[in-house]
């Protein structure tokens, strides 16, 4: 079974069942609705489009610093008069970024509402709405029916936008400093539309629906598809939902993707929405290995593991044995070495659940070669510390490059800013990395990410349009 959109905007959700079940109406923006239709009956609708409603993926400190927008900048009244909407998994309210102290109420404009049965929405957090698949049984055991942040990406994207000012944050100690987002006065209404099994597009074009309606000034969406499948911008659910936006003054900012550095990578490129890339931070984080032999290698990740200088057996991956009864991994070190492709993780570090980092080509070959000199080959793993990458800025390897795949005249993404190891608040339910047997869970993390400008400049020129914006 698919889902299909007919439009003006309409959805409709192919069943042999003869009941015709509305699912969603769209009435406050744009008019449309989600319907239990059959290939035969989609095909004789006689709207603009008709689309299958398929499922999306999330694509995810100094920044703000790095690109001029620092802590003592003069602020202006209006900032705490911006809505960011942030379109996303949720958000973990009790996080200090989202503290509303000192916060007046929200301004008149606010239209929204707070749908939350285990928080309360405050002064900073005003609105707060999610959307469940369509069909219940996609909810995984991890998921949680409320606007609460189960996954850590939605709160990672809005503390990036608008977090509070937080000093003393880290990540274990790495990256450790004030954190804050780019606008950290401005309001927070939250649509999560984001679930363990992905974003079903019906619940993101409802979001848009609400969003508009509740009075936000900007929408934050860091969602694509694994891979761009249509060229038709009515066909595309995020191209109708930021252009229905920018009709009603709304400005939508989309990440441009993380499927770089091909050409014609791109997985957002709608005209009348800001696109952004990402680019390197003047920071970097670096994992010293140094094996038997007394030689030291640069390798990357985000290492807060402490093996004090202690050397472990090194072996080469391909001669390694499965897995055997009393195998014990917390008193296991590993030296991970091939598993990525090399130059897509050159520019971004991992969190691992033990002590690893992952190292050049032409390293990795050195330390086989010793290897294979010695008959007890060691090594050992330094904690990660951090230096200055006097090579920034340059567009992240894996940030999606243009040229624009529908129309070629029009250039994205509009620009790239921050987005390699940013440092944000995160669920604290939810493990720091997706890697196998990770179990350490934080209220920050360091992740990929840009989102935040396009409200700075709101809080500036409170009139301009999304055009003048853009």
């Known amino acids: 079974m698919k889902l299909l959109v007919c439009s003006t905007i309409i959805i409709c959700y192919n069943s042999n ?42 694509l995810t400190t100094r920044s703000w610093d790095f690109i ?44 929204g509402s707070c749908q939350a049965f285990d928080f309360t929405c405050n002064n900073k957090i005003i609105g707060a709405k999610f959307y469940p698949p369509l069909h219940h049984n996609a909810l995984s055991s991890k998921d949680i029916e409320s606007p609460r942040d189960s996954s850590g990406h939605g709160t990672h994207t809005a503390s990036t936008v608008a977090g509070n000012s937080i000093s003393m944050a880290s990540m274990l100690g790495l990256a450790q400093g004030t954190a804050r987002g780019g606008v950290p006065s401005a309001r927070i209404a939250v649509y999560k539309v984001c679930w363990s099994d992905g974003c079903n597009e019906a619940s993101i074009l409802a979001a848009f629906d609400d969003a508009i309606k509740d009075g936000v000034d900007i929408l934050s969406v860091s969602i694509s598809e694994s891979v761009s499948k249509t060229n038709i911008h009515f066909k595309d659910v995020l191209s109708v939902g930021s252009f229905h936006a920018m009709k009603h003054g709304v400005l939508t900012v989309l990440s441009a993707g993380n499927t770089g550095p091909y050409p014609k990578s791109l997985q957002n490129y709608q005209p009348w929405a800001i696109i952004v890339g990402a680019s390197t931070l003047d920071r970097k984080f670096v994992t010293k290995v140094k094996t038997g032999n007394n030689i030291a290698y640069e390798g990357i990740s985000l290492n807060t593991f402490d093996l004090k200088g202690k050397y472990y057996p090194i072996i080469y991956g391909g001669d390694a044995a499965k897995k055997r009864p009393g195998f014990d991994q917390d008193s296991s070190r590993n030296c991970l070495t ?17 002590p690893a980092c992952y190292l050049q080509s032409k390293d990795v070959v050195k330390i086989h070669t010793y290897i294979r000199s010695t008959s007890f080959p060691t090594a050992t793993i330094f904690k990660t510390i951090e230096l200055k990458d006097s090579l920034a800025r340059i567009v992240a390897f894996f940030s999606s490059r243009g040229l624009n795949n ?36 934080l209220k920050f993390n360091i992740i990929s990410g840009t989102s935040g400008a396009a409200a700075y400049i709101k809080s500036f020129h409170p009139t301009w349009s999304p055009a003048a914006i853009r």
């Open 68 to 111: 001029g927008f620092t802590q003592e900048v003069e602020r202006q009244n209006y900032e705490s008069d911006v809505i960011v909407g942030v379109i996303d998994s949720g958000v973990w309210p009790e996080s200090k970024s989202f503290d509303d102290k000192g916060f007046s109420p929200p301004p008149a404009k606010w239209k």
């Open 17 to 58: 069942s003869t009941t015709k079940t509305i699912l969603y109406y769209y009435w406050h923006s744009f008019n449309g609705f989600v319907v239990k239709l059959n290939e035969k009956e989609a095909d004789k609708m006689a709207v603009v489009s008709v689309f299958p409603d398929e499922k999306r993926q999330l």
């Open 338 to 354: 091939n598993l990525m492709q090399e130059q897509a993780y050159i520019d971004m570090a991992i969190s691992f659940p033990l």
């Open 406 to 441: 529908v129309t070629s005249e029009i250039l994205k993404p509009d620009l790239i800013a921050p987005g390699v190891d940013i440092i944000a608040s995160w669920s604290p339910i939810s493990p720091i990395s997706e890697i196998f047997s990770e179990t350490r869970k």
